[in-house]
Structure formats: C-alpha cells, structure tokens
C-alpha cells in the first residue's frame, strides 16, 4: 500500500464528477434534509447590535495587510466588534423566497457551517461557549465560564486557541449538504469554511484585530465542550482573534 491507496486519494478519486459519474445512483439512500437554520430555543439569548455595513474601507489596502497574527494582548474586545465579525462571516444579505442568501458563498445556499464562541474577553458578554444563531442575529448560551485553557490543550497546545479575546470553532452540519451533493458534499463543506474564515480574516484586519485560522486540533475535545456528537455535527475549523500586541 502506498500514499495513492490512502483514504485522501481514494475521497478525491471516489467523488470525482465525470460526465457519466454526475448520473450515476449510488448506494447512499435517501438522505434526510435537515433545517437550514440551527437555534436553542430554551437557551438564554444576547441580542446583537446590528453594524453599520454603508462605510467603505480600502479592500486593496486590508488585502495587502492580512496575515496570521498569533500573539494578543489581553484586552477585551467590544460586543459591537463582536457583532462585526459575525456580520462578516455569516451576516444575512439578501432574502429571497426560500432563501437567505449571506455574506460568504455556499454550495446551493445550503450553509451546512454552524459558528460557535468561546468567549474570553468580550465587553458584556460573560465568559463562556455560545451558539450564534443567525437568523436572530443573536449569541445563544451553552456553558458559562473560560474555556481558554481547555481550548489551547485542545489545539494541541498552541495557547493562541485560548488567548485571544475569542475562539471561533466551526462546525459542519453534514447532512444539510449530503443531502443533495451525497459524498462530494465534504469538498464542498471544507470550501464553505474557508470562505467564511477568510471573511473573519479581512474584517479583523480591517478592524485592527489579530486573527489566526487554526486547523489542528483533537476533534473530539471540541465536539464535547459544544455537546455536538461528532458525527452528523463535527468541529471542522477553528480562529482565533484578539487584540494585537505590538
Ligand atoms: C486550513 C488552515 C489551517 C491552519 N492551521 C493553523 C494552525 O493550526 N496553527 C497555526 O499557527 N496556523 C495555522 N494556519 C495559518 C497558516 O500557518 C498561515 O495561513 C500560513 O503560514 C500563511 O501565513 P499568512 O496567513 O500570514 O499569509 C492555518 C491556515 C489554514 C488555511
């Protein structure tokens, strides 16, 4: 056996569309369609201040600025800062029916990508693991307390994880794109991700903010502290933000 046989080549090899490929069953079944939108309707909510989207910043410039950044002061960020970012990553743009089209492009407008908080240092908003439901354009509560430590442990000890003034942590609700791309739906999910993190990145450089993608991690650490099962809702990515030190 080599690195051809390994189950990386063998995913891309085995969800290639072909011509003929696009057409053919395969032995998946039926797939059941979740709902597009995730909320805790029992969990204490924190509304968000809507942010201003008419200002104009120089893309050019924030392009040429964005970088990694990995070492952050402990300063707190603002909830209205919060409130941007989350905007940028997910924020609703356009509705049309049956659709809420947002900020970041997705595979059929299918957004199987959940966004969770942990909060370090957020200006009113209490420490602790948070849901962000964006229809409501509200944080939903899961566990109060720092979790900064667990974090960095859990990203295989980059203590960046649990630094920052907060922790974004990615999920994918697969079934929301299995459902109608089958297997080829993990390329897309991965896809969405990125598109979404690179939105946090741009809108924390254009907001003078440290932000850092973070793709190692020990799964099921993550998936425990969000009380997600790992498999139909698996942590996929992670970032970091905080304030910069100089
Ligand atoms: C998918 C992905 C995973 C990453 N994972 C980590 C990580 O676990 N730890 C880390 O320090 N940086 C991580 N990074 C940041 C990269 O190291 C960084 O993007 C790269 O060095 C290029 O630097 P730049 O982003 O400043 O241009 C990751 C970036 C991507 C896109």
Redesign the pocket.
Known sequence: MTYKDGMAFQYLRETKYDREAIFRRDDLGQIPKPPIYKTYPEAPKTPLPRPPTGETENLWSILNQ?????RYTSEPISTETLSRLLWAIQGITLSAPGYQFRTAPSAGALYPVETYLSIHRVSDVKPGVYHFNVLDFALEEISLGNFGEYLSRA??G?A?AGRGALLFIWTAIVLRAMWKYRNRCIRYIFMDA?HI?QNL?LAATALGLGC??????FDEEINQLLQVDGEEETTI??AAVGNLLA
């Open positions: 964005r970088r990694s950044r990995r990203a295989l980059q960046m990125g993190a990145q850092c993608p973070i793709g190692a991690f990515y992670l």
